[in-house]
């Protein structure tokens, strides 16, 4: 399952979180021809409270490494703010909004590190989605979709350092599996923080 092979570790976090993957992605809402400006609002809250309080913990956990992860540049709370205003919130509404109460556990770095694999490739794949918004809300004041425009044209550049550094600070093989797992319960929190904010039942069990 593991290979001793260190370059494998991105794909192994591919292969070993991609039902937990799929499971997240089914609901997400946002592709949908329905979309209305209120779901769209309703996700990035969503959004918000999740990223709040998982940035603040990987922030905590990772801090020795920002600077080799550039975890500035990667924060996306400032952007979902800036979205989130666009849409009618200020600073007393945004305060107001639920947080993810159950943390995935992040126990030492491998984990925060699959954690963070999460919202990094979550910001690789949200390159469909923002093409879809972007024409979905022509002429209709939705803001800038800041979020999903993360990083702009160095999307692919932010990916490709990150996955290089995620190989430097994670060498040995026995340290995979610690990776993997941080990865499938970001995911897993992910979808049931979504179901939790769409009153969905968990289709899975």
């Given amino acids: 399952m593991f290979s001793s092979e ?12 991609r039902p937990h993957h799929e499971r997240a992605e089914r609901v997400v809402r946002l592709l949908s021809p329905e979309l209305t400006l209120s779901g769209y609002r309703r996700h990035l809250e969503a959004l918000f409270g999740l990223h709040a309080p998982l940035e603040a913990a990987l922030g905590v956990r990772l801090e020795e490494l920002a600077a080799d992860l550039r975890l500035d540049e ?9 979205d989130l205003r666009a849409l009618g919130h200020d600073d ?17 770095v491998p984990e925060a590190l ?14 469909l989605i923002l093409r879809h ?26 990916w490709k350092d990150f996955g290089e550094a995620l190989l430097r600070l994670c060498p ?34």
Avoid: C, I, N
């Fill in 172 to 205: 040995e093989p026995a340290l995979a599996p610690r990776v993997v797992r941080g990865a499938q319960d970001t995911f897993d929190a992910f979808e049931a923080w979504l179901r939790e904010v769409h009153g969905d039942a968990p289709s899975h069990l």
């Fill in 114 to 127: 699959g954690a963070l694999y999460v919202l990094e490739g979550s910001t690789l794949g949200g390159q």
């Fill in 74 to 82: 990667r924060w996306k709370l400032p952007l979902l703010e800036e």
């Fill in 133 to 158: 918004l972007v024409r979905h809300f022509d002429g209709v004041s939705a803001g800038e979709f800041a979020f999903f425009r993360a990083y702009g044209e160095a999307v692919g550049p932010m």
């Fill in 6 to 17: 260190p370059r494998t570790l991105l794909r192994t976090l591919k292969a070993e979180t």
């Fill in 92 to 108: 007393a509404s945004l305060a107001r909004l639920p947080w993810l109460s159950h943390l995935p556990p992040l126990p030492d």
